[in-house]
């Protein structure tokens, strides 16, 4: 029958194996397209950059010689089924070495069950929810810090202002970060003696936030703490100004640090607080880039956007894969898994090591949008610039 | 085609698939179990989509049902696969029977979009359910061996087949057909319609669900956006009807090809394949709105003008 | 108390919006009996032609609105024309997959040409406010709101007292007759698809003011205007803004006293149930 000849021929066709002469080929798939691919791309271009930039140092070396790195990046729409068949399918037909995360950790909790499988190690620097690291997999690891702790040094700077926040508000997402990071805030927030006084989970696709603001407004709330996407912030500080809610204090776990988010909010991004586990300041001092100051520029240069946290863990994946192979002396994977698990150096996104369950651990900066510039407020070594507090109403700025 | 000779050609293509592990590289394999799921659920929609007319976008509700009866039971409850499954089908039957009855009463376009509300508002229901994982959904545990589930959906294909097969030839078929062509007429000649429509709702149910469980355990994940995926009941709606609804093997046919067209698109260029489903789903309705099956047959006749008949037929 | 007074006034003012995107698919609806699962498509490009006119030209939202309309009526007429004329009179089911296939291919060319970056209209009003009784009332949320019975209004008076409306109402009602008379049913159907994309386009440049922008907004959109549409029935304008006006309170109550993750096991169980129970809608005559 025609259908089963055609499904015959298309096979031939996939069966074709590039073959490949002495490289080290790195397999990702990325949300290039798709409702996440506005974060997703920052994973594909430093990705490439990263690769490019290596191999124009000559590459990585395996035992005696130095081979070239490549990329072989899907693009998964934003479709997590997709993403896991692509694993599988960079897995068993392209063959590749070693295997790059997507951004998320809806994609990275499934798709490490795809490297778990077929014992290939996977670097990921976009999901830091505790569920993929508490199975007990041994090929998966992570360069975004734990999602229970996003709120640790802002939860510190709050008991530090004056006066405290006490009634706090937590609103969160229903997807795996986001419930991670609400159930470690809640113990932080309950440790540090502040009351929650709205607790709130919301469906990762909404956009309209009113009924949740208006639950605000009627409690005497000082601070709001949210845990959810760039779009769903964007939306939830619109409509605060538009409900008129204005807490002393409100941070957001994403948006805040990026540039395309304050420049959509405009003057409305002011007072607002984020965090990130990356800057792009000189002191971080890369084997490759120089600094992380030097790899900002070259990746606005390259791509014309401003990198952000993402971007530097998405490069310090690559970076870390680099470091295993050479100390490994060989493309084995369980080798190059182990020294994975052994690794310990510095790169432009920081301190690269894991812990026991395949996971980074870095403190969280918390910044502040300051008429419309980005300030680094508090730091793991304190207080740094001084933080407008608190917010003035809407009316009065 | 004569009966034999058909049945013949069809238990020589399926030896040829069954052998194809031996073989075959691990990515024909996997290609192959998915075009194999896709089949079996494409045949589900020509139960009660083809056969009966009664175009259903709730198929991806059993679907789903079907995933997650396998995935609370073994996550959940430790359960062995055939387990799960069964709580699959159950739930999966429990729903075609229970909602069906009030929606099969619906006529033309509002079942449709009848359907089309469940299936949204089984992923909003699921989506806060504990037990299910809520929206971040569920891990199966891992397993090794692609060949069980190819040579499993391959199985499950056959079983499918047949059925629709010795319905085609059965007093039931037929008064499934009946009720297609004139559900009033039918209803007068005595046929209970009601019973028949439930009856066809409930077998797409059983082995649309038996398809779900078996792809979430391959797949080793499901939450509710995928598993109740509105997309995957048009790929299904679109690949019977590409193939020729009401015939035995036209879905079969559809799923094979418009699955290998897919996978080579998205392996190799991987943005087009997102809008390679959508001008197909245009181009399919707009030329040949009754499949390749028809296609093929009328063709002959009438050659290119085939195209031009069918759009004169349906424009203004 | 005031919690309540304030969680049914955004219930309003959100009916209100939602009404406005529902009007289009209605209208669709009734008069050519096509299902439109790329509604929300077309009001996505709307609020991408009011983001434009916004940033490129300075136009206010509001003033942009009679452009966007413009633009998504001409967009619409070539659809129809082009496009679903040439299946329009086939099983209605091979419309809901055609247009499923156009929200495909939109979306797609939208996310390529207007890249994923998210956008909104930030117009210096955007988060204007004035107190109603206790309750906060957004200005922009409230002229949508307005906007919504207004654009009604017309459209009702258009379709009972124009000639162009009359025709359109007696080619949905007996196509034979239509032509008898002398109306061009393609031209007719094509002006009514266009008619209805007009009304997604504004609809979505307001939405670019309350909500933000991204290529695959739309398919939630259909969604929510495919609800109204029948709960509050097909039969007249009058009936979209009832339906809007109850899903938006009906939200709005079940976000606050069930949960945020329930509005849509709400909303769309409720569409199920009307659709078995009372398939003509809340206010819809039983044909």
New interface residues.
Partial sequence: ????L??L???L???T?PSSAATVDLGASVQ????D??TG?YYGDAYQLTIDKINAAGGVKVGKDKQKLTLKM??N?S????S???Y??LV??DKVNFLLGPFSS?FA??DS??S??YSIPMIQGGGASD?IFS?GYKYIFGTLPAATEYFSSTVDLMTKLNPPPKNVALIFA???FD?SVADGTRALLNKASMKIVVD?????????F???L??I??QPVDAILVAGH??EI??FI??A????VSPKFYSFTVGVPTA?FRN???G?ADYAYGMTSWLPSPTFKDEYFGNAEQFANEYKKRFGYDPDYHAASAAADVEAFVKAIEAAGTLDPAKVRDAIAKLDFDSLYGRIKFNAAGQISLPQTVVQVQKGKLVAVYGPKGMMEKPLYPMPA?GQR | MKLGIQLALAAVGLAALATLPLWASPVIIQFGTSALILAVLAQGWNIIGGYTGYSSFGNSVFYGLGGYGVAIGMVQFQWPFAAGLALGIALALAFALLIGLPVLRLRGHYFAIATLGLAVVMTAIVSNIEIAGRNIGLIMPLVRGDTWFYEGSLALLAATTLTIAWISRSRFGFGLIAIRENEGAASVMGINTTLYKVLAFALASVFTAIAGGIHAYWITFLDPESAFDIGLNVKMIIMAVFGGPGTVFGPILGAFVLSAISEILASKLTSLASIFFGIVIVVAVVFMPRGFADLVRRFRQTRWRYFQENIRAHSV | MQLLWQIIVNGVLLGGLYALMALGLVLVWGVLNIVNLSHGALIMLGAYAGYYLFTGAGIDPFAALPLSMLMLFILGYGIQRGILNLVIRGPMFNTLLITFGLEVVITYLAQVIFSADFRTVNPPYAGANFELLGATVPLVRMLAFILAIGLTLVLWLFLEHTRIGRGIRATAQNLVAARLHGVNPRRVYALTFGIGSALAGAAGTLYGVVSQINPYIGGALTAKSFAIAIIGGLDNSLNVVVGGLFLGIVEALTALYIGPTYTDVVSFGILVLVLIVRPTGLLGRTA
């Fill in positions: 029958m025609i259908g089963t055609l499904s021929a298309a096979a066709l996939l069966a194996v290039l397209t798709g409702k691919a506005n791309r899907l693009d729409q479709d997590v089924n997709l896991v068949r692509q599988v399918q068993t037909q809806n909790l499934a069950a795809i778990e499988k569920q199975r229903d997807d795996a419930v709130q989970r919301y469906s990762d696709k909404a956009s309209d009113n009924s949740i208006s639950l407004k009627s760039e779009t964007l939306n619109r409509q100004k538009t409900l008129n395309d959509a909010l405009g409305d809407w």
